[in-house]
C-alpha cells in the first residue's frame, strides 16, 4: 500500500510538473536604450508573441489574451508558427488575435509551419480580414509624435526564397536613418541581420531550447540543433539586438521542460 501510494504521489506529482511547465504563462519584461529611437517613442511598448502552435490557454484563450492585455502594449508583434502544420486549425488559432486587435495594432509575419501546411493565402486573409497589418517581406511605419519608425518584416526562408533577398526587398522603402525593428521567424538568422545594420529584432522558432537546462540553457532548436546559440532574451552584435521569444507552444516534441510558456515585453527608451 505504500508504494502504491508513493507511486500515485509521484504520478500526481509528475502531472503537475508538465501542466505548469506548459500551461503558466510568464512575462518577461526587456528594456532596450538607443540614441536612434526618437523622443517621441520614449517608454513605447512592444508586447511579442510567438510559437502559439494552435494551444490553448483558457477558454477562448482568454487566460492568454488577458496576460497580452496586462502588459499594456503600443502594438503587438506575432513572430510566426500561429497555426501548427501537424493539427491546422485556423478558427481556433485565430481566437487570441480577434481579442489582440482590439487590445492595440498587430504586425504579423509567418514561420515554417504556415509555409509547410500550404495555406499561407488563407491565413494572410484571414488575418487582415480582422486587422492585422501582414509583413510579408515589407515594411511599414508607425507615427507618434510628428516622428517615425520603421517595422520591416520577412517570411520564413523555407518558402523557398533566402532571407537576404527578403531582407533586400522589405527594406527597400525603408531610410537609411530610421529606427528599424524586424519581425522574423529565426534567430539563426542573425548574422545576416547583423549585416544589414538593422536596430531591433524580434524572432521565435527556437521554443526557448524546449528544455532548458538550469544555469546551462535550452537542450535543442530547430535550425540550431543541440545546445543552440539563440534560445531566449537579448542578443547584440555590432550595434544590432535580438530578442528570441521562447514563444507559447509545442510542436513534435509534446512537453516543454523547465521551460515556461512566454510573452516578451519590449520597452523602447531613449538614452
Known amino acids: 500500500m505504500k508504494k502504491l501510494l508513493t507511486?500515485?504521489?509521484?504520478?500526481?506529482?509528475?502531472?503537475?510538473?508538465?501542466?505548469?511547465?506548459?500551461?503558466?504563462?510568464?512575462?518577461?519584461?526587456?528594456?532596450?536604450?538607443?540614441?536612434?529611437?526618437?523622443?517621441?517613442?520614449?517608454?513605447?511598448?512592444i508586447t511579442q508573441v510567438s510559437d502559439l502552435h494552435d494551444a490553448l490557454f483558457g477558454e477562448n484563450q482568454e487566460k492568454l489574451v488577458e496576460k497580452v492585455r496586462e502588459t499594456n502594449p503600443d502594438v503587438i508583434f506575432i513572430t510566426g508558427d500561429l497555426i501548427d502544420s501537424n493539427r491546422y486549425n485556423l478558427q481556433q488559432s485565430l481566437l487570441a488575435v480577434r481579442e489582440f486587435v482590439k487590445i492595440a495594432d498587430v504586425y504579423y509575419v509567418i514561420g515554417?509551419?504556415?509555409?509547410?501546411?500550404n495555406q499561407v493565402t488563407e491565413i494572410y486573409n484571414a488575418l487582415e480580414e480582422i486587422g492585422v497589418h501582414i509583413l510579408p517581406n515589407v515594411?511599414?511605419?508607425?507615427?507618434?509624435?510628428?516622428?517615425?519608425?520603421?517595422?520591416?518584416?520577412i517570411e520564413d526562408p523555407l518558402n523557398g526564397t533566402d532571407t537576404q533577398t527578403m531582407l533586400h526587398t522589405a527594406l527597400s522603402t525603408v531610410p537609411k536613418d530610421m529606427f528599424t525593428m524586424l519581425l522574423a521567424h529565426r534567430p539563426e538568422k542573425f548574422d545576416i541581420y547583423v549585416k544589414n545594420e538593422l536596430d531591433l529584432i524580434f524572432?521565435?522558432?527556437?521554443?526557448?531550447g524546449q528544455i532548458r537546462i538550469p544555469f546551462v540553457g535550452g537542450l535543442v532548436a530547430p535550425g540550431q540543433g543541440f545546445f543552440p546559440v539563440y534560445t531566449a532574451g537579448f542578443y547584440e552584435e555590432n550595434g544590432t539586438t535580438m530578442n528570441v521569444n521562447r514563444g507559447l507552444g509545442n510542436s513534435g516534441v509534446p512537453y516543454r521542460i523547465f521551460n515556461l510558456p512566454e510573452i516578451v515585453v519590449v520597452e523602447l527608451k531613449t538614452k
Open 7 to 45: 507511486l500515485i504521489l509521484l504520478i500526481v506529482g509528475l502531472y503537475l510538473f508538465l501542466y505548469v511547465n506548459n500551461h503558466w504563462i510568464v512575462i518577461t519584461e526587456q528594456i532596450y536604450e538607443s540614441d536612434e529611437i526618437p523622443d517621441s517613442f520614449n517608454g513605447f511598448r
Open 203 to 208: 524572432t521565435g522558432h527556437a521554443h526557448g
Open 139 to 153: 515594411a511599414t511605419w508607425v507615427e507618434r509624435g510628428g516622428e517615425r519608425i520603421a517595422i520591416a518584416g
Open 112 to 117: 515554417n509551419h504556415e509555409v509547410a501546411i
